[in-house]
């Protein structure tokens, strides 16, 4: 199977609610339709995650952050085009998006991926994707595909074939949070 034969697939799987077992630009995760309650609702059952713990979403272009962000913060276009790193940017003014998918704050964290296969995937898809480490929560995050465990394997609806699982990055994301147009802090390098 060729790189857009598996795109078009686990684009279908995504349609139809799925959770997917994904190669991002940082780990292997777990993802769905980031608009889909009920697909969202399995990625917390699977990660036996608390609700009160968010995901966030990746997106293939900086410029579809409108369609879910009311005001994007002014430094925001500057640091997502100049950092090197993946890295995951928390925004407020949040609309679009299900309530399942937000902190407590109302915030939502999105990342732009620079994978081709993720940038093709939500590309294809049209909507932005929920990413997860694909563990079991609080167990180690799995930087590999070969240390997620079978569990998790086995309760995915669909896992992208291995050789599209090229992570350049193995490591999780910077996170920066926005506080006003002008200013940030990092919550982890």
């Not at 952050?65 to 090197?84: G, K, R, V």
């Not at 997860?132 to 394997?153: C, H, L, V, W």
């Not at 699982?165 to 910077?174: H, L, N, Q």
Request: net charge negative.
């Amino acid at each position: 199977m060729d790189l857009s034969e598996e795109i078009i697939k686990t684009s279908e799987y995504l349609k139809q609610g799925a959770v997917i077992l994904y190669p991002t630009d940082t780990i292997w995760g777990l993802g769905c339709d980031a608009t889909n309650e009920a697909a969202i609702a399995r990625v917390f059952d699977i990660k036996q995650r608390s609700l009160n713990r968010n995901f966030l979403i990746l997106l293939d272009q900086v410029e579809k952050l409108s369609l879910y962000i009311e005001h994007i913060p002014l430094i925001a276009w500057d640091l997502i085009e100049n950092t090197n790193r993946p890295t995951t940017f928390i925004y407020q003014n949040v609309k679009n998006l299900p309530k399942s998918l937000l902190a407590a704050d109302g915030s939502i964290a999105i990342r732009m991926v620079k994978n081709e296969f993720c940038k093709k995937l939500i590309g294809l898809f049209g909507k932005p994707i929920v990413s997860t480490s694909a563990n079991i929560s609080g167990q180690p995050t799995p930087t590999r595909f070969q240390d997620i465990s079978q569990e998790i394997k086995n309760k995915v609806d669909y896992t992208v074939n291995q050789c599209f699982g090229i992570v350049e990055d193995a490591k999780p994301s910077t996170i920066i949070r926005f506080i006003d147009d002008y200013n940030f802090e990092i919550v982890r390098e």
